[in-house]
Nanobody, 123 residues
Framework: QVQLVESGGGSVQAGGSLRLSCAAS????????MGWFRQAPGQEREGVAA???????RYADSVKGRFTISKDNAKNTLNLQMNSLKPEDTAMYYC?????????????????WGRGTQVTVSS
């Protein structure tokens, strides 16, 4: 069984930065495509950033130039560096492994989810 545990969320003012991390354990395949998704209250979950098994990355238009996704295969960790945060970035952020399509930010039915970490950005 795979476990994904997110950390690094918190409350910041607009313009600030946060770094999210996701630690994977269990029967985790380092070749999994992985990603970060978020969901704000009353809104649908959306893809934020994804990284494929070959290291290629994709970003939602709303975070391009501000967020950076990275993966440490040796440590089985996924990171999301978030800079220039905006109030509209406020959401619960979820780590996902075995993402079906990084290009389309489609988690797919076989995706593995963490429990999430809250990010709150105040104006």
């Amino acid at each position: 069984q795979v476990q994904l545990v997110e950390s690094g969320g918190g409350s910041v003012q607009a313009g600030g930065s946060l770094r999210l991390s996701c630690a994977a354990s269990g029967y985790f395949d380092s070749q999994y495509s992985m990603g970060w998704f978020r969901q704000a209250p009353g809104q649908e979950r959306e893809g934020v950033a994804a990284i494929d098994s070959d290291g290629s990355t994709r970003y939602a238009d709303s975070v391009k130039g501000r967020f950076t996704i990275s993966k440490d295969n040796a440590k089985n960790t996924l990171n999301l560096q978030m800079n220039s945060l905006k109030p509209e970035d406020t959401a619960m952020y979820y780590c996902a492994a075995n993402v079906a399509s990084c290009d389309h930010m489609d988690p797919g039915i076989g995706v593995l989810w963490g429990r999430g970490t809250q990010v709150t950005v105040s104006s």
